[in-house]
Nanobody, 117 residues
Framework: QVQLVESGGSSVQPGGSLRLSCVAS????????MGWYRQAPGKQRDKVAS????????DYAEFAKGRFTISRDIAKNTVYLQMNNLKPEDTAVYYC??????????WGQGTQVTVSS
């Protein structure tokens, strides 16, 4: 089963930027999709963005449009989430997700993003 390892979470001030990385233990090319989700304390886990590795097609939650960019590097088996103009409400644990048939969904362990002045 593929394993996902996230990194890049940190504490930043409002208006700052971060780039999250998700490295998969195997090839991502054949994944149905890969994505980023986030979960704030006491709240449900929400989708942030997703990408189809083979085509590069992307999809974003409304709150992410214009500020976040998801991308992938097939050769490095890595998916990135570039986050700009961060706001306090972006504070959450960010999780990487992959979907592969017939296995289904796999989750990483999460990386903490804190936006505070």
């Amino acid at each position: 089963q593929v394993q996902l390892v996230e990194s890049g979470g940190s504490s930043v001030q409002p208006g700052g930027s971060l780039r999250l990385s998700c490295v998969a233990s195997g090839s991502i090319f054949s994944m149905v999709s890969m994505g980023w989700y986030r979960q704030a304390p006491g709240k449900q886990r929400d989708k942030v963005a997703s990408i189809i590795p083979s085509t590069g097609n992307t999809d974003y939650a409304e709150f992410a449009k214009g500020r976040f960019t998801i991308s992938r590097d097939i050769a490095k088996n890595t998916v990135y989430l570039q986050m700009n103009n961060l706001k306090p409400e972006d504070t959450a644990v960010y999780y990487c997700n992959s979907v592969r048939l017939p296995i289904g969904a796999t989750w990483g362990q999460g990386t903490q993003v804190t936006v505070s002045s």
